[in-house]
């Protein structure tokens, strides 16, 4: 059974940096595409950032370009989503997922619980 925990949520101040981390157990990381989504309260879930499976090719939704990078360490099962120049509008719970190819929601098979990001104004 495929298992994903995020961790690295918290409180932080507009302008202020937060790290998310994504560890997948259960399944072969290395032959995963992972991605980040996000839901805010009252929105529907929304792409954030993806990478292939040998991390040559990453994507971003367009109101997190230059602010947020996803990496991944396949020798550690962890996928990561740096976050900079955090805004308000940045606040959701934070989704970790895991498929064979990159793209919109439906095409990933699993998910992590969630982790919840909050920036303060």
């Known amino acids: 059974q495929v298992q994903l925990v995020e961790s690295g949520g918290g409180l932080v101040q507009a302008g202020g940096s937060l790290s998310l981390s994504c560890v997948v157990s259960?399944?072969?990381?290395?032959?995963?595409?992972m991605a980040w989504f996000r839901q805010a309260p009252g929105e529907e879930r929304g792409f954030v950032a993806s990478i292939r499976w040998n991390g040559g090719g990453t994507y971003y939704a367009d109101s997190v370009k230059g602010r947020f990078t996803i990496s991944r360490d396949n020798a550690k099962n962890t996928v990561y989503l740096q976050m900079n120049g955090l805004k308000a509008e940045d606040t959701a719970v934070y989704y970790c997922?895991?498929?064979?190819?990159?793209?919109?929601?439906?095409?990933?098979?699993?998910w992590g619980q969630g982790t919840q990001v909050t920036v303060s104004s």
């Open positions: 997922a895991a498929g064979m190819v990159t793209g919109p929601a439906s095409k990933y098979d699993y």
């Open positions: 259960g399944g072969t990381f290395r032959s995963y595409a």
